[in-house]
């Protein structure tokens, strides 16, 4: 099956590159994918596994902060693990510059993803989409994920109309 690292993105339009840690979060970054509706498959791309949470954070450092730039439409998922860290998020948002914070969103499992007991991470990926496209918390609510309420907010806010609206 073709993933989204297939298509090209349209810059031009409003687009989301994800950055995940591992390959578990790749795999629910590709559920996700997979539940969008098809016109907007070319809206969204899911990068090269980064290898650990400091690889996630310095991989968009080096190759994501010119891109936004020259691209104000785009917007970064960073997917980590939390490794139960409560700094977690405050740690990978410093680094990143001022001006783009609003339009990068740390997200992920509080401990790994192979913690989760959701189903396949395919799945739990759908379910997190379906989740932010009918504006409810049936798999965010899980006691791993529910430390991203406030990123979950502002992603709802400002990515659901580019990715989940018809």
């Given amino acids: 099956m073709a993933t989204s690292n297939d298509m090209g993105v349209n810059k031009a339009l409003p687009h ?17 994918f997979l ?12 990068l090269p596994v980064a290898g650990g949470w400091t690889k996630v954070r310095d991989s968009f450092l080096a190759n994501e902060v010119g891109g936004m730039e020259m691209w104000p439409q785009r917007h970064v998922f960073l997917l980590v693990n939390f490794d139960k860290s409560p700094t977690r998020l405050a740690d990978v948002m410093k680094e990143i510059p001022a001006h783009l914070r609003a339009r990068v969103y740390v997200l992920g499992v509080w401990s790994e993803p192979e913690d989760l007991k959701l189903g396949s991470k395919e799945k739990t990926g759908k379910a997190m ?4 496209r009918e504006e409810t918390a049936t798999t965010w609510d ?25």
């Fill in 129 to 132: 989409a379906r989740d932010c």
């Fill in 35 to 46: 539940e969008i509706s098809p016109q907007r498959s070319s809206q969204i791309k899911i």
């Fill in 142 to 166: 899980d006691p791993l994920l529910r430390h991203n309420a406030d990123e979950l907010a502002r992603l709802r806010l400002r990515v659901r109309p580019i990715l989940l609206q018809p």
């Fill in 16 to 32: 989301v590159h994800v950055l995940p840690e591992d390959d578990a979060n790749r795999q629910l970054a590709l559920g996700f």
